[in-house]
């Protein structure tokens, strides 16, 4: 249903409070925006019960609509994970604000100086469904980065929303920055992300975070720049080197540790050399820890309580304690299986050999790339961004886990003195 005017004109209204609020925000010295983030922590910490009982809000209703096992853990905002969501953005308060950062330089024969230099983007929407943990991590990295931004972050989180929104913005009203730096959009409904999609020039860039048809449908249809991030087909190869303690091991991790989110393997290939020793102690772990093996015929015949796995399931997110496996006769044909498949988030291979290991590294294209290490790696805060506003599977401006850096563009400052050009 598309907004009323009465509706329009208010989601204009506030855009414009969002952009005229950048005006401030992209000046603020790093001290101020440091002190927004520690108050920002503090207000979490705070207001865990209130949290909590909002977040049990959104729960019920997704219980109530029957969302997926995995939607309903990435929804859940626990004591532990909004502790954890604190200490993210305390991280992010002792990390280097990249705003001024000089990116290269250099003087010119005729004596003017160049100076590439980063600054904000200015005003930064964010569509996102069911986290509310990446309303905290997007407006934390887009304040130390000098960016306003516009959440939308989907029905199934507004209650626990509203509250994350409000400690953010008496947090940067406690430190002196407009509260207008910070605002969400969820009110206006799924017609508020399609106007969204349609401002350019009150919204500098876009950012989904989600399925593959959400952010599919924010890349066909913004008229917004968009940094794409992307879903994760998340593939582990083992090869016939791997060793079966460390091959269990990871794939137990990749899978199980948090199936719910983007970085968790979907599809394991095993080289057939490995699979008679790899797979039966393997497959026995996983089924151990409820998930659901899908594999192709030579894996269903070495082990039992194997599901056939069809075409659909190599190209699936599941984002749920379910796996595919199949195995391969060469690196050769699990290479063209990831290329077939992949999303370009993030592939891994176990291996004992080096030669291997770096065909590996160079052949697969993709964002993350990794050897003898556990997919679930791929996270900004793991990389030490403190936290992360997505994992771009794109090839422009930014790749992989995106932190403040990212959030930045670059200007050219020219000194000269009285040169002209001849």
């Known amino acids: 249903m598309a907004l009323s005017t009465e509706q329009e004109r208010a989601f204009d209204e506030k855009l414009q409070l969002v952009k005229n609020a950048s005006h401030t925000l992209t000046t603020a010295h790093s001290a101020i925006k440091d002190a927004a983030l520690e108050t920002i922590a503090q207000g979490l910490l705070s207001r865990v019960d209130d ?21 309903l853990d990435r929804l859940t905002l626990t004591r532990e994970r909004i502790e954890a969501l604190a200490a993210a953005v305390r991280h992010i308060v002792g990390l ?38 990446v309303t905290v991590d997007i407006a934390a990295l887009a304040i130390k980065s000098g960016n306003c931004v516009i959440l939308r972050g989907g029905t199934a989180a507004e209650n626990s ?42 919204v500098d860039v876009l950012i989904p975070r989600g399925s593959a048809q959400l952010i599919r449908t924010v890349v066909d249809e913004s008229r917004v720049p968009v ?23 990871i794939a137990m991790n990749a899978k199980v540790q948090r199936p719910s989110v983007c970085n968790a393997v979907e599809t394991i290939l095993v080289h057939e050399g490995a699979a008679e020793r790899v797979l039966p102690p393997m497959i026995a772990a996983l089924q151990a820890e409820g998930v659901e093996v899908r594999g192709c015929a030579q894996t269903a015949a070495l082990v039992p309580g194997v599901v056939p796995a069809d075409e659909e399931d190599w190209a699936t997110e599941y984002i749920d304690l379910i796996v595919s496996i199949r195995v391969v006769d060469s690196m050769t044909r699990a290479l063209t299986h990831i290329e077939k498949y992949s999303t370009h988030h993030t592939e891994a291979i176990i291996t004992e050999d080096i030669h291997r290991a770096d065909r590996f590294l160079t052949e697969v294209d993709s964002a993350v790339v990794m050897v003898n290490a556990s997919t679930r790696f791929t996270d900004g805060g793991e990389f030490g961004f403190g936290a992360e506003v997505g994992i771009s599977t794109q090839k422009l401006h930014a790749r992989g886990p995106m932190g403040l850096p990212e959030l930045t563009t670059t200007k050219w400052i020219v000194r000269g003195n009285g040169q002209i050009r001849v």
């Open 51 to 71: 949290i909590i009982a909002a977040n049990a809000l959104d729960l019920l209703r997704g219980q109530e609509q029957q969302i997926s096992t995995g939607l």
């Open 96 to 133: 280097e604000d990249p705003v001024g950062s000089i990116v290269r330089g250099r003087t010119l024969p005729n004596g003017i100086r160049l100076v590439q230099s980063r600054v904000p983007f200015g005003v930064i929407g964010a569509i996102y469904e069911a986290r509310p943990n």
């Open 161 to 202: 929303n509203v509250v994350l929104v409000d400690i953010i913005q008496q947090a940067l009203r406690a430190a002196g920055l407009p509260r207008d730096a910070v605002h969400t959009i969820d009110e206006f409904g799924r017609s508020g992300a399609a106007r969204l999609m349609k401002s350019r020039g009150l």
């Open 227 to 249: 940094l794409e991030t992307g879903a994760g087909v998340v593939h582990l190869y083992i090869d016939a080197s791997a060793r079966t303690d460390m091959s269990v091991a």
